[in-house]
């Protein structure tokens, strides 16, 4: 299937999935419910949702099991979406625009932006620990570990931790591989893991998609630093050159544009040779991988 129709289709399937898990779980009326819906359904690319489908496309045919990793795609979104919310506050990284709309607390104030992600983050493991999902509770429980830890100390609030101490300081280049790793790599890696082990996948394919995963969460992570360089405000919706104005370390500090490129790209390669020896060549997974190297946003 051509990648951008992919695209196209999935994201739509995400959103009407995330519509109905929100009123599913919690009724239409209420300021913040509503301030929860405002950055979930203000856009973005749902990419983390999108390879966890298409992890488990990888290794399952099954419907059931394929609604399993939508909805556990579903609860990574929340999480990630809470990240940029908490991310947009004043006390950290206090940006007026994400995702080409007002950012969450310029609506709902400081207080009201907080509990939107709370709320959020608090959601992602009611979807996660439903009762009567239809995998084995084994399974269900290996994910829930999963997604905790990648979004928390050792995860994406680690990352973020690091990050924000790290800002106008002159820390080494192993420092920054931590940071992104756990910043941004750990959540885009477990939603591919978490496709997986939805998928019912053998420890086999496991394994290879979880370093496929690693090299994909790493690739995201230079092509976003590039992207804050290189491109412009209105193109990707949130302030562009912001790394540079906050003093951030990123891989063009560290090695220019056109070297942090191939860094790129040999990302997107070792993410394919995981993908070797599949019983059948996923595709989609390989077109994924250069979807996120070639990505304007
Ligand atoms: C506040 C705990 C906490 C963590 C924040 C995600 C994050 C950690 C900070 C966001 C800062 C940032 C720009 C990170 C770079 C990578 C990244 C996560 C970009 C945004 O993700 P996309 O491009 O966004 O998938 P959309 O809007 O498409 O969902």
């Not at 020896?277 to 390989?286: A, E, I, K, R, Y």
Request: aromatic letters at 6%; glycine letters at 10%.
């Amino acid at each position: 299937m051509e990648i951008k129709k992919y695209l196209g289709d999935r994201k739509r399937l995400v959103e009407d999935k995330l519509h109905s898990l929100m009123i599913a779980a919690h009724g239409p009326f209420s300021d913040h419910i509503e301030a929860m819906r405002y950055s979930l359904f203000v856009g973005g690319k749902r990419i983390r949702p999108i390879l966890c489908l298409a992890s488990a496309e990888a290794v399952t045919g099954d419907p059931v099991l394929l609604n399993e990793a939508l909805v556990t795609g579903c609860a990574i979104e929340c999480i990630h979406t809470y990240s940029l919310i908490h991310d947009d506050l004043p006390a950290m990284d206090d940006d007026d625009l994400r995702r080409g709309k007002p950012t969450n607390h310029k609506l709902y104030g400081e207080a009201g932006a907080i509990l939107a992600g709370d709320g959020l983050l608090t959601f992602a493991f009611e979807l996660l620990a439903r009762p009567g999902a239809s995998m084995r509770t084994t399974r269900q429980l290996e994910i829930i570990r999963l997604v905790a830890e990648a979004s928390g100390s050792l995860g994406m609030v680690g990352g973020q931790a690091l990050d924000i101490a790290g800002e106008n300081t002159n820390y080494p280049f192993e420092h920054l591989k931590t940071i992104h790793r756990s910043k941004t790599g750990a959540l885009i890696r477990c939603a591919i893991q978490a496709g997986a082990l939805a998928g019912d996948a053998e420890d086999q394919q496991v394994d290879q998609l979880t370093r496929y995963g690693e090299a994909i969460g790493l690739a995201f992570q230079i092509v976003d630093d590039l992207l804050d360089e290189t491109s412009t405000t209105e193109v990707l919706g949130k302030s562009a050159g912001a790394d540079k104005a906050r003093g951030k370390a990123t891989y063009p500090a560290f090695f220019g544009i056109e070297e942090t490129k191939k860094l790129a790209q040999q990302a997107v390669e070792k993410a394919k040779q995981a993908l070797k020896g599949f019983d059948t060549q996923p595709t989609l997974l390989v077109q994924l991988a250069d979807y996120i190297y070639d990505r304007t946003h």
